[in-house]
């Protein structure tokens, strides 16, 4: 079967440096992604990894290790408006949908 | 990026009544798109995948008789969710991949309300 697994929430403070981690088990691999969603809105792309390593990009960066099945989101720099829900999403194969984790809701506090 | 439109954003209706949501590629030719359903506090969840030309490819546990899908052209999707009840209501949204397979831009999504 599919299964996608992350944290339901986290908390952190503004400023700070958080980690969302996702560890993944499908059928097939051909890309991990992650998305924001803010309540009531649709998700937005953050990040892509479909080999291993760390891609960057601002503020946000996401790690991919397909032997451990493993992926993080690291957001630096915590802002207020960076309260929303991240999901990992993985494509296993094939016309390229998605399955979705369960999202981990984040709130930043001050 | 393609920018996805969908229509209406919100609908409500009475229990047993059909409601068709569509979905518009703006600026992309889309030969697949695809549907999600996203329950409050949930993750989305995908129902289907929406061929241009062909019929639907549906997700486990999605009864096709119900929500039906109809790609009639390269940048419209159309789910009709027939006979709907409460249970219906939900959040669904569409995405259009792009053609390198890297990304998937969604829609900003058509809220159900079933009474």
Partial sequence: GQNIDQPT??????????????????????????YQQHAGEAPTFLSYNVLDGLEEKGRFSSFLSRSKVYSYLLLKELQMKDSASYLCAVTPGGYNKLIFGAGTRLAVHP | GAVVSQHPSWVICKSGTSVKIECRSLDFQATTMFWYRQFPKQSLMLMATSNEGSKATYEQGVE???????????TLSTLTVTSAHPEDSSFYICSVPTSDNNEQFF????????L
């Fill in chain 1, 9 to 34: 929430e986290m908390t952190a403070t503004e400023g700070a440096i958080v980690q969302i981690n996702c560890t993944y088990q499908t059928s097939g691999f051909n890309g991990l992604f992650w």
């Fill in chain 2, 107 to 114: 829609g900003p999504g058509t809220r159900l309300t079933v």
């Fill in chain 2, 64 to 74: 096709k008789d119900k929500f039906l899908i109809n790609h009639a052209s390269l």
